[in-house]
């Protein structure tokens, strides 16, 4: 291939979204998705050189999707605090997105804050500094609590997928569901007062509701935290508030009636 049709091959991955390369052979998922209960071999870890090329044939598929989702069950549930699941969540091999994302992006914030924010999954800005929403929704984010009084010192942020997506993607459904046991576990060992759900993804998944983030937010759901029942707020995600502003004046009701709600306790 000719250095052009590379650079224009190149381009259109770009423009898809595929901005990370896992490995340098061909892998036939659909026979590696069969195979029981084999663990994950990281691709990161591929050897790059030609004559260290591995064995396409060593390549097994990560845990089956129920495997791995009771696998996640069992391991969540034993982590007796935050510092536990975070080891707990880096051993973690039944979630292949921790094959292209660079490090675990675990939570940011105080564990002990009485406000707790979960968002969808780390982006490329979160995935370099292992922090969630460090990049441009983070920086509103800043914003909109600094407007009600607050900042990371005083609230705790982390994510259902604690990996970033190749791409920047939405997390698939079943992605999603082998990461919840571990963010259902950090909701219950953070023990917040207030569960706010950044955008319809994480509102979804944490308070099981099928409706959209626009017909949703500004309402109060209770969820059960395994402790005990908290008040839980969905908003709208910080990422969308960038592309559409004119929702910002429901975001910042929502903010209002979190200042209020903390206010009140
Ligand atoms: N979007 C999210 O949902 N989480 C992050 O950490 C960053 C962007």
Not at 192 to 198: A, E, F, G
Not at 208 to 213: A, E, F, P, Q, V
């Amino acid at each position: 291939m000719n250095r052009d049709t590379a650079r224009a091959l190149l381009d259109f991955y770009a423009e898809a979204g595929v901005d990370v390369v896992i490995g340098e052979l061909p892998v036939n998922r659909f026979a590696a998705a069969d195979a029981p209960l084999s663990r994950a071999v990281l691709p990161a870890a591929m050897p790059a050189s030609p004559e260290n090329r591995p064995n396409p044939t060593l390549f097994v598929a990560p845990l089956a999707p129920d495997a791995a989702v009771m696998a996640a069950r069992e391991a969540a549930k034993s982590a007796r605090s935050l510092d536990e699941l975070r080891t707990i969540l880096e051993k973690f091999d039944g979630c292949a997105l921790k094959a292209t994302a660079s490090r675990l992006v675990f939570a940011d914030g105080n564990p002990e804050a009485k406000l707790m924010f979960v968002g969808e999954a780390p982006g490329r800005d979160e995935d370099i500094e292992g922090l969630p929403f460090v990049g441009r929704s983070g920086k509103l984010l800043d914003r909109m609590l600094a407007a009600i009084g607050l900042d990371r010192t005083s609230v705790y942020i982390a994510n259902i997928v604690p990996w970033r997506p190749p791409g920047n993607r939405t997390p698939t459904p079943q992605e999603s569901q082998i990461c919840l046991p571990f963010i259902l576990r950090q909701i219950e060992l953070a023990d917040p007062d207030i569960l706010v759900c950044l955008g319809g993804p994480s509102a979804q998944t944490l308070l099981g509701i099928r409706d959209g983030i626009t017909k949703i937010r500004g309402r109060w759901f209770t969820f059960d935290s395994g402790r005990r029942e908290i008040r839980a707020l969905p908003t709208f995600h910080p990422a969308f508030l960038l592309r559409s502003p004119l929702q910002k004046r429901f975001a910042w009701r929502d903010f209002l009636a979190i200042k209020k709600a903390l206010d009140q306790r």
